[in-house]
Structures are given as C-alpha cells and as structure tokens.
C-alpha cells in the first residue's frame, strides 16, 4: 500500500511539472472555443486524453527498449504550431485587408487538439520513458490513473482560466490576432525545450 502511495505521489509530481506548459495551450483552446466555438469543449478533453494516451504509450514502448521516436526528432514537433500559427496569422492580415475578420480557432476538431497535445508534450517521453522502465504494472496503473485525473484538472484549470466575460469579449475582438501569435510562441518554446537554439548557437 505505502509503496502504490509513493507512486502516486511521484506521478503528481512528474505530471504537473512536465504539464505545466500545458495549461497555457488549453487555455488558448478554451478562448478560441469560448471566442468562436472551435473547437468544441468536448473536443478539447478528448483530444487532450488522446494526445497524452499516445505520449504514455510512446513512453511504455521506450521504456521496453522500442523507441519510436527518436530524441534529436522530436524538435520536429515544434513545426506544428508554429505553422499553424504563422498560417492563421496570414489568414488573419488577409481578412483584414478585405475589410472581414477572421475566427480565432487555430486547432479545429479532434484531430487538431490531439496533434497540438502531443506536439506540445513530445519532450515530455523523455521523463516518462525511464519511469515506466523502472516500475511495476501496479505502479503503472496507479500512474496512468493519476494522469488521467491530471488532464481532468488541467481541462477545467484551461477553460477556467478564461471564464471572466470581460476576457472572453476581448478574444472575440482580438483572438484572430493573439492566437495564432500565441501558438507561434508554443513552436518556438517547443524548439527550445528541445535544445534546437542550443544547437544551433
């Protein structure tokens, strides 16, 4: 018993601090949602629940010596974001110059939040892998049960984050403008997690 409490302790801890970036994409999902109504909220939980099954899968498989992805790749990640930011933003300049606004949402569907998801966490199979090598299958469950509730609290935490009315009216005025910069910004911070500027200087 002591020892599946010490697991889920550990896995609060190795969840949160390998999440916490996390919450700023969700919250941008949130107001894209809240702005525009894409992607739905229900989308945004699925997809955050798919994005994370596929990330502990990877890990599992790494930690049983299968690497499916290897480390110097994962910067690759990083082009999904700031693509879809940097496309959104012409969007954005082109609609204006034709006198239109444009819709804030940047990732639409499910497919789209569980590519952000796992793009944002790639980095994050790194931790996970060498956990999962270590433990037992009952310290894997306990686990995967604290990641499951995490996400749960990470949704709320996202959608709660841009509740306020106030917040919202503004996103519904700017969103086409300070999403897709945002999204811009999770590239680079994913290109930075993964040591690419690092690298190249």
């Keep these: ?61 790494a930690g049983k010596g299968l690497t499916l992805v290897p480390g110097h790749w994962i910067w690759l990640l990083g082009l999904l974001p700031l693509g879809l930011g940097i496309a959104k933003l012409i969007t954005a300049v082109r609609d204006r110059r034709h006198g239109e606004q444009a819709d804030a949402a940047v990732a639409r569907g499910l497919p789209g939040v569980t590519a952000i998801t796992i793009a944002n966490g790639g980095d994050n199979i790194a ?9 037992d299958v009952s310290a894997a469950i306990v686990t995967v049960a604290v990641f499951a509730a995490g996400v749960a609290v990470w949704c709320l935490a996202g959608w709660w984050l841009v509740s306020h009315h106030h917040l919202t009216g503004a996103l519904r005025r700017w969103g086409h403008w300070v999403i897709p910069v945002v999204y811009m910004l999770i590239g680079l911070y994913i290109f930075a997690k993964a040591g690419v500027f690092t690298r190249a200087f």
Excluded: H, K
């Design 127 to 135: 931790a996970y892998t060498p956990v999962f090598a270590t433990i």
């Design 1 to 61: 018993m002591d020892a599946l409490l010490a697991a889920a302790g550990a896995s609060v801890v190795l969840f949160a601090g390998t999440n916490i970036d996390d919450i700023v994409v969700l919250a941008v999902l949130s107001a894209s949602s809240r702005a525009d109504g894409q992607p739905r909220r229900w989308q945004i939980w699925a997809g955050q629940y798919a994005g994370i099954t596929v990330l502990v899968l990877v890990s599992v498989a």
